[in-house]
């Protein structure tokens, strides 16, 4: 238990009542008390929800460690293009109940038909790619997204 509250940045505040932690840390609490059961899957619904820049970057940081340190596989449930585009791997979209994309994140936001029957839009990435003309959208996305990724 200690280490998974160490792990979430938690340890020092581990006697503190609840109603005391910041709304970042309520997240952690949350997210602590359900790694100690050591899941292979953690599905978070929109985990940045309500938060600012600060703490926005710290939630989506620790969700990287956490896949990449301990293994658990993370699944995101967001509208917030953005965020996945720039912090997830693979995008699933389901319309109408239905499966409409298992994709790469690029690929998926490289299609604006697909986006609009799922009833989301196109990123600012996408429409700067597509009013400078470039033909590899896709590509022009990864580049960016590997160029952020490796200035972090």
Request: aromatic fraction near 8%; glycine fraction near 4%; charge should be negative.
């Amino acid at each position: 238990m200690l280490e998974v509250l160490e792990f979430c940045g938690l340890s020092k505040y581990r006697h503190w009542p609840v109603d005391a932690l910041s709304y970042g840390q309520k997240k952690r609490v949350t997210i602590a008390s359900i790694l100690v059961m050591e899941p292979e899957l953690l599905i978070l619904d929109e985990p940045t929800a309500g938060q600012d820049y600060r703490n926005y970057t710290a939630m989506l940081s620790f969700i990287k460690r956490l896949n990449k340190e301990r293994g658990v596989t993370v699944m995101i449930i967001s509208h917030d293009m953005h965020l996945v585009l720039e912090y997830t791997t693979r995008s699933i979209v389901i319309a109408d109940s239905k499966l409409i994309a298992d994709a790469p994140m690029t690929t998926v936001f490289s299609q604006p038909a697909l986006l609009d029957t799922a009833n989301l839009t196109t990123t600012s990435l996408y429409q700067l790619a597509e009013k400078c003309n470039i033909a590899d959208i896709n590509g022009f996305m990864q580049q960016f997204i590997d160029a952020e990724s490796s200035a972090k």
